[in-house]
């Protein structure tokens, strides 16, 4: 085995890459926050949540990123958590499906999905639950928002009845939704977790142990009934155990509120301690690329003009195995040939930096890499060609068409880029020919963001 092999092997045990899943306003930013605000990776999350606070938290991170040297990417958050590099991949949570967080899963060890405790599940997070059931990805569930008056924890058999999966709670909410007391560790239940959120959520909340009987003193009803819907738990054998959960049978529950940052620690360290490091992954024609053969990465996103100042193309390349070491050249297996990283920089954040290596796990972002193309393997030694993209059935159509026929060039340029990005599946018949192409899209999100693109409707398309 080979120094940079072995270094591999090391890093990549180190290494957790997951996806936050959820319905439109659970609270993904805000968790997104806590939990980089938590590992250090920024020392104070945005106060301003919300939409409007988006933006602001991205510019934080970036600045952040400056003081203190965390990698930020579009697609990918990255901080580090007790000896673990922890690579955060943004799934995009529309209000509609769209490929593009399919693609994610695909790219992720473990997810966690993330529930609003008053809403409970709700049609996103059904269809990413499913998408994650399709990908053999575990599930680590985060019960939000209980800060606020919701259902009762109990009625977490929702999960079971509806996903086939077994909710396994590791922390437990003393007092109902609305009235959070503090958390139980089921496996620490001598104790109550007691917190002092900072105004605004600005900073970790200050978590405090208070003995058994001092809860009982002080919480009263609230400590009893929490003990005894412990005691029901156990008797129901719902404990964690990390074979099921890995199997996809079981899913670890945590409670919290990511806005003042409760439960979040615990959270974290879950994802440290029970999400799985970066493995062997199956290869097209059987077998599978171990961690510590020589480099291989799949792309599972490109952006075009992500920002206004860089007009380019991104691709974004999980490391699958091995050590990706920049400028090293490797070969495009789609083509089979050879693509230089030389001229393509890793960008992190709003600035681009380099990134001299990455490992199993790691999100690179290679710019101006036009060649390249969403499900692309690229390798570098034995030949490696990872399996397709998973690809779902279109629901919305339209048929697109050149404004002005004298643009017709732009028009298929422009097609051609939409195919390219993934934005939309690019159908070309037999009949209609390249100049009336059939865009068809997974979600309605997809077809509005190729609305937006300016494209005619041709008199006869389906939907909007
Ligand atoms: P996203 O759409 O899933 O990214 O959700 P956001 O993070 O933007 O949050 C949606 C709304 O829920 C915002 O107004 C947040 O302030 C609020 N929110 C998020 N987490 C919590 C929480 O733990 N408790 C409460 N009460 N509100 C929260």
Not at 175 to 203: F, S
Request: glycine share 8%; proline share 6%; charged share 25%.
């Amino acid at each position: 085995m080979s120094l940079d092999s072995r270094g591999a092997v090391a890093q990549a045990a180190r290494r957790r890459t997951f996806a936050v899943i959820s319905h439109p306003d659970a609270g993904k930013s805000t968790l997104t926050e806590a939990l980089a605000l938590h590992a250090h990776a920024i020392t104070r999350a945005g106060a301003v949540h919300g939409k409007t606070g988006r933006r602001r938290v991205a510019s934080d991170w970036m600045e952040m990123e400056k003081v203190r040297g965390i990698s930020v990417t579009a697609a990918a958050l990255q901080f580090a958590h007790r000896g673990c590099v922890l690579n955060l991949l943004d799934a995009p949570g529309h209000a509609d499906f769209s490929e593009d967080t399919y693609r994610v899963l695909a790219a992720v060890d473990c997810a966690v999905m993330l529930i609003d405790a008053a809403k409970g599940l709700e049609e996103q997070t059904r269809k990413l639950f499913d998408v994650c059931r399709h990908c053999g990805i575990p599930v680590i569930t985060f019960v939000n928002k209980w800060d606020r008056p919701g259902r009762e924890a109990l009625q977490l058999d929702a999960i079971e009845r509806e996903f086939r999966l077994s909710p396994t709670p590791v922390t437990w909410p003393v007092g109902d939704a609305g009235d959070l007391r503090g958390l139980i560790d089921v496996r620490t239940p001598e104790q109550m977790l007691r917190y002092t959120p900072a105004l605004g959520g600005a900073q970790e909340a200050v978590e405090e142990a208070i003995s058994a009987d001092r809860a009982a003193a002080e919480e009263g009803p609230m400590w009893d009934q929490a003990v005894e819907e412990l005691e029901l738990l156990r008797a129901a054998d719902a404990m964690h155990d990390q074979e099921a959960f890995l199997a996809g049978r079981t899913t670890p529950v945590f409670f919290g509120a990511a806005i003042s940052n409760i439960g979040v620690r615990l959270l974290l360290d879950a994802v440290v301690d029970h999400a799985p490091s970066p493995g062997p992954r199956e290869l097209v024609g059987g077998g599978t690329r171990p961690v510590d053969a020589p480099f291989a990465g799949l792309v599972f996103k490109v952006q075009a003009n992500m920002a206004p100042s860089h007009r380019d193309r991104i691709a974004f390349i999980r490391v699958c195995s091995g050590a990706f070491e920049r400028g090293m050249t490797v070969m495009r297996a789609a083509t089979g040939t050879p693509f230089a990283t030389k001229y393509a920089h890793s960008l992190f954040g709003q600035d681009r930096s380099t990134v001299d290596v990455a490992y199993p796990g790691d999100v690179v972002g290679l710019v101006n890499a036009h060649a390249l193309r969403v499900g692309d393997t690229l390798y570098a030694g034995q030949a490696a060609v990872f399996p397709p993209m998973p690809s779902f059935a279109p629901e919305h159509f339209a048929v697109a068409g050149p404004v002005d026929v004298s643009r017709s060039k732009q028009f298929r340029r422009s097609i051609a880029q939409l195919d390219e990005e993934g934005v939309v599946q690019v159908l070309v018949s037999e009949l209609r020919g390249e100049q009336a192409p059939v865009l068809a899209a997974v979600g309605r999100h997809q077809a509005d963001t190729l609305h937006k693109r300016n494209h005619r409707r041709h008199p006869d398309s389906d939907r909007p």
